[in-house]
Nanobody, 125 residues
């Protein structure tokens, strides 16, 4: 059974840093693109960052550029999202996702096949 399990969320104050982890199990994702999305109630799921299979390419949403960094450790089958200078607007449930048999990144949720259950990040001012 394939699982993606996010961890590292929590309640923090604006300006601090937080690192989210996404541990995959059930199969290896080293060659598949993976991504982070976030969602707040009443809004669509939003692309945050993506990383290509084997980690050669990354992309970050414009609003998070310079603050968020995505990386992966294929030996651990884990993807990370380093979030710096957090803002109250970053409050959301953050989801990890993986594509299937595709190395290229995508900003579209529908192109991801596997999803984690999400981890809440709350940033107070």
């Amino acid at each position: 059974q394939v699982q993606l399990v996010e961890s590292g969320g929590g309640m923090v104050q604006a300006g601090v840093s937080l690192t989210l982890s996404c541990a995959a199990s059930g199969r290896t994702f080293s060659g598949d693109a993976m991504g982070w999305f976030r969602q707040v109630p009443g809004k669509e799921r939003e692309f945050v960052a993506g990383i290509s299979g084997f980690g050669m390419y990354t992309s970050v949403a414009d609003y998070m550029k310079g603050r968020f960094t995505i990386s992966r450790d294929n030996a651990k089958n884990t993807v990370y999202l380093q979030m710096n200078s957090l803002k109250p607007d970053d409050t959301a449930v953050y989801y990890c996702a993986a594509r299937r048999a595709s190395t290229g990144t995508s900003k579209l949720p529908r192109e991801y096949y596997y999803w984690g259950q999400g981890t809440q990040v709350t940033v107070s001012s």
